[in-house]
């Protein structure tokens, strides 16, 4: 019998090089370990597929570098997962190639969701990315030439060395290839990292900053005729991410891989980082080791309170019973930051500029 679950996530860790801000599950070099990891995935899914159900909404491929993966073993996992509406995979410009977008285009893969971070050779520098602006672009129009309609960009703003010139320049270089959906993401680099520990001083400094990067990335964008959907999301008409979404919205999911996290049915659990336990349990026909969290209603309450208010779209307040603060709530839309919309809780633009502190004094 299929189960609920309608949203699968597939990690694949294998990058060229590791980003000293990247906290991700990453494994560098290990070329000879692709097959074996795709196996061990392919096996995994066996395990789990109870979950799905017969026809799922959305698969989604990241990383690492999804991209990196060996093609051969890339078409191999692809051919082995559900079919889905919404196929998504990570790439880092420099790894699209013809046949890379080939393997991914006969495979069903149905959007492209490109690492480009900057388009500032300086910042590029900054965040060890090796592709060049001119990556970039051959990487979009390869996918473009290749038959992708649905294609996202990421971009990164609070770097080290960059300036409101920069950040606008990256926006102007992003919106000439007109992508069909942006990610703009605040930099955060983790305490303890050998990022922060080279880029202290001036990480503090655009810290400060961000508030304005945000503003502009949010005029840019949504004055280019983007809809600013999410806190850090744009899209043309349709195109917002479905599978992201249906984190926001908080719709159960599935994931595989080393490091994956999956929500199902009230528990949530994350799998083991270390790619031999896991290659070694699989290869045995056993589950990987496990962190198990059993999800109490408080905790889902206030996970769809937080996540839900990203959204440009009203929150149910019947979603909602007990995790508001009615105070808070008075409070808040009083002050023009939220509205109640038939039935419905929304920050209104002012809000949104700053979110998590609105949501944080909402909850009960």
Request: hydrophobic share 40%; proline share 5%; glycine share 10%.
């Amino acid at each position: 019998m299929s189960g609920p679950v309608r949203h699968l996530y597939v990690h694949l860790p294998f990058c060229g090089h590791r980003c000293g801000y990247c906290d991700f599950v990453t494994v560098t070099g290990r070329a000879d370990q692709h097959g074996a990891y795709v196996d061990a995935l392919v096996r995994e899914l066996e395990l789990e597929r109870s979950h799905l159900a017969a026809r799922l909404e959305t698969v989604f491929l990241g990383g690492g570098t999804p991209t990196l993966t060996e093609p051969a073993a890339l078409a191999r996992l692809l051919g082995a997962l559900p079919t889905a509406d919404e196929v998504t995979v990570e790439a880092n410009p420099e790894t699209i190639v013809p046949k890379v977008a080939r393997v991914l285009r006969d495979a069903g893969v149905t959007r492209v969701s490109l690492g480009a971070q900057s388009f500032r050779p300086h910042l590029l520098d900054v965040l060890e990315r090796h592709a060049r602006p001119d990556a970039v672009r051959r990487a979009y129009y390869l996918l473009r030439g290749a038959g992708f309609d649905n294609i996202s960009l990421d971009l990164l703003y609070g770097i080290p060395g960059q300036s409101d010139a920069d950040l606008a320049s990256d926006l102007d270089d992003a919106l000439a290839l007109a992508p069909d959906h942006l990610s703009c993401y605040e930099l955060e680099a983790k305490p303890g990292t050998r990022f922060t520990h080279a880029h202290g001083a001036e990480l503090g400094r655009q810290g400060e900053a961000m508030e304005g990067y945000f503003a502009a990335v949010v005029e840019a964008l949504v004055g280019a005729g983007y809809r600013w959907y999410e806190t850090s999301n744009f899209c043309r008409p349709g195109r917002e991410a479905r599978h992201n979404l249906a984190y926001w919205l908080g719709r159960d999911y599935l994931g595989l891989g080393i490091g994956a996290v999956s929500t199902v049915a009230g528990r949530r659990w994350r799998t083991t980082p270390r790619l031999s336990a896991y290659l070694r349990a699989l290869a045995a026909g056993h589950r990987p080791d496990r962190d198990v969290e059993v999800l109490d209603r408080d905790t889902r309450l206030r996970e769809r309170l937080m996540l839900g208010l990203r959204l440009d779209e009203p929150l149910p307040l019947a979603d909602l019973d007990g995790a508001l603060d009615p105070d808070a709530l008075t409070r808040l839309e009083r002050l023009g930051l939220l509205v109640r919309d038939g039935g419905g809780l929304a920050l209104t633009e002012r809000g949104r500029f700053l979110g998590g502190a609105v949501t944080a004094e909402l909850m009960a």
